[in-house]
């Protein structure tokens, strides 16, 4: 499978920004991409920088609706799942999600973040609802996808569940600054989990200065030993092509001994 991570910056212009997208989703569509996903609120700006004051519905969109329509469009055109996240709207909430498009246009479903962070400069528990749509892991064309957005990715459990739910591949929207943790903490968190968990990971970050924060970019993939087997640069707009075989999944440690020898019966309430 050839995976492209679409590493741009973004705008207060939610045109401009999807058109830049879709460009760099013909240009990974020309490199052979057959998965193409794109970081945490891609399109838009990065709204949690300040608290949300009253109603923020307006800045939001429903799925599926303009943005996943444009894409599903494309996914068919050029025969490639596609993984979006957006600023998402249902029935007066707002949710940080991630639609997943499969190779016929299809919308297979949508994830949303379920854990809301609140710190300086990250106040997404004013603009999101927690999400309720679990761990989910989509049957595409090209194989079990599962998607862990952003903060999500810090759980352990949530992490497990996608494996228990037979994930090959991990893909992470994802809106990391520089300085916001300790350098390389990013890598080494998604390394154990591909490791301790058997599956690939994919994690897509934005980039560019916005207001207070400078993101960071530096998307990578992880293979299922854990290993680092391609990066984008630091504060660059680039697309990372990188080719996997989910063959490596079945031979991963975590699927020949961590998994079948887990306990399960011994852990209650844990997974």
Not at 17 to 23: H, S
Request: contains cysteine; glycine residues 8%.
């Amino acid at each position: 499978m050839r995976i492209a991570l679409i590493q741009q910056h973004a705008t207060g212009d939610k045109a401009e920004n999807t058109e830049r997208g879709i460009k760099a989703f013909e240009e990974a569509a020309a490199k052979g991409a057959q998965l193409i996903c794109f970081a945490e609120l891609a399109f838009e700006p990065f709204y949690p920088q300040k608290r949300a004051i009253g109603d923020v519905t307006h800045l939001a969109e429903t799925i599926p609706g303009p943005t996943t329509e444009t894409f599903s469009a494309l996914a068919k055109k050029h025969s490639i799942v596609t993984v979006l996240n957006l600023f998402e709207k249902e029935n007066n909430l707002t949710y940080d999600a991630s639609p997943v498009i499969d190779v016929d246009g299809r919308l297979l479903g949508k994830t949303r973040m379920m854990h809301i962070p609140d710190y300086e400069y990250f106040h997404e528990k004013t603009y999101y609802t927690p999400g309720d749509t679990g761990a989910p892991v989509y049957d595409t064309a090209i194989g079990r996808i599962g998607i862990a957005i952003c903060y999500d990715r810090h759980y352990p459990e949530y992490m497990r569940a996608l494996a228990l739910a037979g994930a090959e591949l991990i893909i992470t929207p994802q809106a990391g600054a520089e300085g916001e943790w300790t350098e390389g903490l990013y890598e080494a968190e998604m390394q154990i989990a591909a490791f301790q968990n058997g599956y690939f990971t994919a994690l897509c970050n934005r980039v560019g200065r916005e207001d207070n924060l400078m993101f960071s970019g530096e998307s990578f993939v992880c293979d299922p030993d854990g290993r680092v087997i391609a990066q984008a640069g630091k504060g660059t707009d680039e697309i990372v092509v990188c080719d996997i075989d989910q063959e490596e999944v079945k031979k991963s440690h975590a699927r020949r001994l961590f998994l079948p020898d887990r306990r399960g019966e011994l852990y209650g309430d844990w997974l």
